[in-house]
């Protein structure tokens, strides 16, 4: 399996940006999907997760309001919006491949079986 993340680059706090991924090796559409980050120093945090159908969505509260996560299931590709950046948006971000059904929160990186390679976002003020 294997995700190719991309959109990441350099934008000014207010604009926007959108990320992609696109997964494969796998049944797409059997799959939740997430967007997590990791800024420099700090631990992986959660950001947005989607379920199987894309008809349920789930965002951290930093970025609720301000990103919305979808999907495409005849596309393979998960997509993160991100509008009304701040400098705090700084950093990493990873899709990851989750369990739909799992006892684990959607904010535990356990519960994501697969991870991207990244793809930074720099948010300057």
């Known amino acids: 399996v294997q995700l190719q993340a991309s959109g990441g680059g350099l934008v000014q706090a207010g604009g926007s940006l959108k990320l992609s991924c696109t997964p494969s090796?796998?049944?797409?559409?059997?799959?939740?999907m997430a967007w997590f980050r990791q800024a420099p120093g700090k631990e992986r945090e959660f950001a947005a997760a989607i379920n199987r159908g894309g008809g349920s969505t789930s965002y951290a509260g930093a970025v609720k309001g301000r990103f919305t996560i979808s999907r495409d299931n005849a596309k393979n590709s998960v997509y993160l919006q991100m509008d009304n950046l701040k400098p705090e948006d700084t950093a990493v971000y990873y899709c990851a491949v989750g369990r739909e059904y799992y006892t684990l929160p959607l904010t535990d990186v356990r519960r994501y079986t697969y991870w991207g390679q990244g793809t930074q976002v720099t948010v300057s003020s």
């Open positions: 090796g796998l049944t797409f559409s059997s799959h939740l």
